[in-house]
């Protein structure tokens, strides 16, 4: 059984997500994504990325507001992580707390290669975008 009550208050202070390397899109066609993902990413060695971060800026679950926050904590992507600090919207509205977040990674920080032959083809940086919720 979930204990909301230390769930909250670890969230107060602390931010993780998890997400599939195959959720990434934005690709030409659906070739270019597989290729991207079984020989770049190699997403079935290193199917997820995953962040774990402690909060720099207070937010108050208990009222209706937004805010704008930062997070220092590790992103990790092909097995290697780094730390980063990122910047998140926060809202709570009616007890749902929805978070949004957007950063770039650079494929290089994260020792993956792209041949030569196509790297005009394929972005030496990537924008991540997430959104989630989570009900109070």
Do not use: C
Request: aromatic share 12%; proline share 2%; net charge positive.
């Amino acid at each position: 059984m979930i204990n909301w009550k230390e769930l909250l208050t670890w969230f107060k202070i602390n931010l993780r997500f998890q997400f599939r390397m195959r959720s990434f899109n934005g690709f030409n066609s659906a070739l270019q994504q597989e290729h991207f993902n079984e020989n770049y990413l190699e997403s079935d060695k290193f199917p997820t990325a995953t962040y774990v971060g402690k909060l720099l800026d207070p937010i108050d679950l208990s009222k209706d507001a937004s805010y704008q926050v930062r997070t220092k904590g590790i992103f990790t992507i092909h097995g290697v992580g780094m730390e980063r600090i990122l910047k998140h919207e926060i809202t709570i509205k009616n007890k749902l707390l929805l978070l949004r977040s957007s950063f770039i990674i650079s494929l290089e920080d994260y020792n993956i290669s792209i041949p030569s032959i196509v790297n005009k083809k394929i972005a030496e940086e990537i924008n991540v975008s997430l959104e989630a919720q989570l009900r109070l």
